[in-house]
């Protein structure tokens, strides 16, 4: 019976070591979405989350918070370089300003559509722009989709370059998105997303630019009717992670970690796809005012002066806009 007893308590303590071990070795990451719940990237970051848990055994689980419920983009931005939080999805937008390698996807008309972003991205071309995020503590371990973007406005449609001259148009804080706008003769105005749709309404702004999904899911459709499809910026999202955090983990759990976020890309981008025909159809029955552009190439001849001075700024990026551009 002794013995019974013996080999019971050396059973339970053995479980008791186990569970501890298990305690000590699994990690809880925190995350932040700003998209609400049904978005593409809010499906595909949940899918991210369950991938992590099942690729490292549940040695890694992922809270996500999602529509912005920690804060806004700039704050969750600093948050996941100090290490607040593990995981971010952002756009790079506003990373661009503290990370220039990440600056040069907002050129306007470096990519030539959504294909060719992707295949600059998930080449050569994202991995320099990872390497550059990694300075300021942010690694990308993959590229969401976020679209083409148009400029819409509560005034006229924008058919030609001088179509933009004395509207008010909101960017976001970035100083490439603002030259933008006084190369084309508009006023910009660099503002929180959260602000637009009443800055368009009362008519702080006269406009606005971003895709499809943007522009219907927040209602800015509503207030601004003219749609002009200029697609002069195709600006890619990253899911990003904190750089110590990454750096601590065993090699076996960084390739989890790169393979449940790339195949979480995967995700988005065919549900990006969907959405944004949907987006379209809707705003359209709306009684929106679309326009295609007839003449591109005169936006793309107003922004030369847009890539001369940032590239002068930054000549060591050269090579990096090059293979950009040079990407079949």
């Not at 019971?8 to 479980?15: D, E, Q, T």
């Not at 549940?58 to 593990?86: C, W, Y």
């Amino acid at each position: 019976m002794k013995n019974i007893k013996k080999l019971m308590l050396g059973v339970s303590a053995l479980a008791v070591a186990s569970s501890l071990s298990i305690t000590a070795i699994a990690e809880e990451w925190k995350g932040w979405n700003i998209h609400k719940p049904g978005y593409p990237n809010t499906v595909a970051m949940d899918k991210f989350a369950e991938l992590l848990k099942e690729k490292t055994g549940g040695e890694i689980t992922l809270k996500m918070f999602h529509s912005g419920v920690l804060g806004n983009q700039p704050d969750a931005i600093e948050q996941v370089r100090v290490g607040g939080l593990a995981i971010g999805n952002f756009n790079l937008g506003p990373i661009g300003p503290m990370a220039p390698e990440a600056n040069v996807v907002s050129l306007p008309f470096i990519f030539k559509d959504m294909g060719h972003m992707h295949r600059a991205l998930d080449g050569e071309a994202g991995d320099k722009i990872s390497a550059g995020m990694a300075k300021i503590g942010i690694i990308a371990l993959a590229w969401y989709d976020s679209g083409a973007r148009s400029f819409y406005n509560s005034k006229k449609p924008i058919m030609k370059p001088s179509d933009v001259e004395g509207l008010k148009v909101r960017v976001m804080n970035n100083d490439l998105y603002s030259g933008m706008i006084s190369a084309l003769g508009g006023n910009p105005s660099p503002m929180a997303f959260s602000e637009v749709f009443q800055s368009l309404k009362t008519g702080v702004v006269d406009g606005a630019e971003n895709n499809w999904p943007s522009y219907e899911s927040t209602g800015h459709f509503e207030v601004a009717k003219y749609y002009s499809l200029s697609q002069h910026l195709i600006i890619p999202e990253c899911v990003c992670i904190n750089d110590k955090v990454y750096n601590n983990l065993s090699d076996k759990n960084k390739k989890a970690v790169k393979d449940a976020a790339r195949e979480s890309a995967k995700l988005q981008r065919a549900l990006w796809e969907k959405r944004a025909i949907s987006s379209r159809e809707k705003v359209m029955k709306a009684g929106v005012k679309f326009n295609e552009i007839p003449n591109k190439q005169a936006f793309m001849d107003a922004m030369t002066p847009v890539h001369t001075k940032y590239l002068s700024a930054n000549p060591d990026l050269v090579p990096l806009v090059n293979l950009i551009k040079n990407t079949k």
